[in-house]
Structures are given as structure tokens and as C-alpha cells.
């Protein structure tokens, strides 16, 4: 499978800041490293920067097995259980008041963990051997913004820099190499002008949707931008939970390879098939075997009252099927069939947030019982599936 960027190319990668949505950036990266992309410089502010560290270490494994196993208290002093309680609404207004008085009253929460985290995770050695730049973004409350190039500093100073970047201000505000230095996400949460004065070309950015200033940047025309986004809601910047990172990693990753090999679907990932236009209108006519004469008597009658079969099938059944699933007014036999697919999948609870071939992604909507309220055109089509597969109408074999 080919993918839509230059490979050949070496690029700079944004890492915007955004909390507990950042597993997004390690699964994006999982894909970038499965493309064959080779990444030159970093920037990233808050957790950005914590990933980007991670991401020039080079281990992937590591960074997905500590993303998997994030709690609240790995980030900040508290209790994981009443953190949950808290930003999900099981706590009555006065425990939440009450929890709320604590923290103004401890001046805020302490990033002790997290600063153990760092200790504990972070290679300083493979960061000084990375390549190219690694930059974070902080910002000095003395003298502003600041982008450091992790590696020209010590280990003790790449600790300290990567815990100034991801200095949430809820946390106590405590010096930080005799500064005061806070969440970069407060002068730059997307950090492009940094890479942009290195000279960089190809940049890559990869978005959360963070909370953050955005500051104003004028791209030159000779640079090539390359955005991935989520189009999906990765929870909120506090959610540190398995269940959170473990989803966010599968919807980055997902992203990632629909950005990167231009996978065809709109709400499914699927590899993209070297079918023809042929093969996908032939399995369309197929599927009108499978129409239930019961609820589609006129159209049968009309079918066999003309001289081919499928004209009624072909000029009005498909065209209402790629107007109900809003495939658009252009619409190819290779775009219903795909759209088809995807709607069935949806139908029946299929797992959105893979990558699929085709066949499995039809495999997997086989195995599933006919919904009783499905639009008309996915019965069809699993009535088709269920028969060339050899299974019930219940999907059983």
C-alpha cells in the first residue's frame, strides 16, 4: 500500500498541548513509524512536549505501555478513585465544594508524580542522540515564552524543562530551576513557528484540540503542511484513565493511516481495494436476489414488467440508497458499496476504531444478527453477506 506523503522526505512533527488527549499523539506516531516516516526536529508544548521526548527516544512499546497504564494519581497527588468521582459528576455539589476549598487551600494540586514520571520514563541519553532539534515550550513567568532544545541540556535539566512545559496552573506554582515556568499552553499551544525558524519544510502537525492560546502564525508558501486531526471527541484534558488512553491511541492511530494512505470510508477505517468499478457495480446487482419480495413487491413487479432485470434496480433503488446514506451527488459503485458497508457495520456495532482490509470489515458485520430496525438497504446487504458467507439470518453458521 502506497502512502500519499514523500517518505523520501525528512520532516519536522507539531505536537500540540492537550492533557490526557495526548495517547492521540502516541498512535498517530505508531502510524507514522509503521509508514515509514522519518522525523527530523520535534515541538511540542505540555504534553507535546512530553511525547515528543518519548517519540525521540524511539520506543513506541514504551510509550504505548505507559499511556496504557495512566492514572490520575501518576500525574498529580491525588486519590484516582475521588479524581474520577469528581470530573465525571458522581459527587454531590458539596463534596465537589468541598474538594474544590482543599485545593485553594493547598494553593493547588502538587505535580510530584508527575515529576517521578518523568524521572522515572524519560531516556535522557537517547534525547541528546536524537537526530535533530527537540524542543519544548514553557512559559517563564519572568521573561515569557521560552523553546528549549532538549538536547543541549544536562539530565537534570531535560527533567526539569519537560516538567515546566506540562506545569498545568492548577498545579502549586513552585520554582522550577530557580523560575517560576508554567504549561506552554498559555503563549503557544502549537508550536509551528518554532520548527518554522529552523528552516523546516515539510512540517507535520498532529492536533488535539486542546485548551490553549493559538498563537497567529503565517505559513510561507514554499512550506508543506501536513495536519492530523481528530474528528473524533477525545474526552477531557483531566480524563487519566486506562479506558481514555487505550481509545484515543486506537482513534491517532486510525487518523493517522486515513491521513497517510488516504483510506476510503467515512466513519470506518478500510484499507483501500484494488476493485474495480466493475467488480463493485456486479456485487451491487447482485444484492438485488436478496431483496425481501414482502416488503419490496412493487419493485419486483416493476423489475420483471421491464426488459432488464435491473433497470429499475440500477436507476432508482441505488441512487435512493446513496441519497439516504448521503454519499453525494457523484457518487461511484466503489463509494455506495463502501458507504454500504460502513452502514451495516454502524447497524450492527462493529468496532469503528481499526484499520480494516474489506473482507474482514464484511466478515465481521456477517457474524452479526440482521438488526430489526436496519434501513432497508442493510438487511439487503447482509442478507447477501449471510448467504455467500453459508450463515443464518441470526449469523449463525
Known amino acids: 500500500m502506497k502512502t500519499r506523503i514523500d517518505t523520501s522526505k525528512e520532516y519536522g512533527l507539531v505536537l500540540e498541548g492537550g492533557g490526557a488527549k495526548g495517547a492521540f499523539q502516541i498512535g498517530a506516531w505508531k502510524a507514522l513509524v509503521k509508514a515509514g516516516v522519518r522525523i527530523r526536529g520535534i515541538a511540542g508544548t505540555s504534553v507535546g512536549g512530553l511525547n515528543g521526548a518519548l517519540i525521540a527516544a524511539g520506543e513506541v512499546s514504551e510509550a504505548e505501555t505507559l499511556w496504557e497504564n ?55 541519553e537517547k534525547i541528546r542522540a536524537f537526530p535533530g532539534t527537540l524542543s519544548v515550550v514553557s512559559f517563564n513567568v519572568g521573561k515569557g515564552e521560552e523553546a528549549i532544545d532538549l538536547r543541549t541540556c544536562t539530565n537534570e535539566e531535560i527533567r526539569d524543562y519537560l516538567l515546566a512545559t506540562a506545569y498545568l496552573p492548577l498545579f502549586r506554582l513552585e520554582k522550577t530551576r530557580e523560575q517560576f515556568m508554567i504549561d506552554g499552553g498559555v503563549t503557544d499551544n502549537i508550536p509551528v513557528d518554532v520548527l518554522l525558524k529552523k528552516g523546516y519544510k515539510d512540517i507535520i502537525v498532529i492536533r488535539l484540540h486542546g485548551i490553549g492560546v493559538i498563537k497567529p502564525v503565517r505559513i510561507p508558501k514554499d512550506v508543506n503542511m501536513i495536519m492530523i486531526s481528530p474528528d473524533e471527541d477525545l474526552g477531557g484534558i483531566l480524563d487519566f484513565t486506562k479506558e481514555s488512553a487505550h481509545r484515543n491511541m486506537a482513534i491517532g492511530y486510525c487518523t493517522a493511516m486515513r491521513v497517510l494512505y488516504g483510506l476510503p470510508g467515512k ?3 478500510l484499507l483501500d481495494s484494488e476493485e474495480s468499478e466493475r467488480d463493485c457495480l456486479e456485487r451491487l446487482l447482485e444484492l438485488e436476489k436478496c431483496v425481501d419480495p414482502d416488503s419490496q413487491k412493487g419493485l419486483i413487479d416493476l423489475i420483471r414488467k421491464r426488459d432488464s432485470r435491473y433497470r429499475t434496480w440500477l436507476e432508482q433503488t441505488l441512487p435512493g440508497y446513496a441519497r439516504e446514506l448521503s454519499v453525494g451527488a457523484d457518487w461511484t459503485y466503489r463509494e455506495l458499496w463502501t458507504a454500504m ?42 442478507r447477501w453477506l449471510h448467504k455467500t458467507k453459508g450463515v443464518t439470518q441470526d449469523g449463525k453458521v
Open 341 to 382: 458497508l460502513e452502514e451495516a457495520a454502524k447497524c450492527t456495532g462493529v468496532e469503528r476504531f481499526e484499520v480494516y482490509p474489506e473482507k474482514t470489515l464484511a466478515d465481521r458485520i456477517a457474524e452479526q444478527e440482521i438488526p430489526k430496525d436496519a434501513p432497508e438497504c442493510v438487511k439487503i446487504l447482509m
Open 267 to 269: 466513519t470506518y477505517y
Open 70 to 124: 495512566m492514572t490520575y494519581s501518576q500525574v498529580m497527588d491525588v486519590n484516582d478513585e475521588d479524581a474520577d468521582a469528581f470530573l465525571n459528576g458522581r459527587m454531590s455539589l458539596r463534596e465537589r465544594l468541598d474538594t474544590v476549598r482543599e485545593i485553594i487551600r493547598n494553593r493547588g494540586l502538587d505535580a510530584g508524580p508527575l515529576k517521578e514520571l518523568i524521572a522515572k520514563r524519560v531516556k535522557c
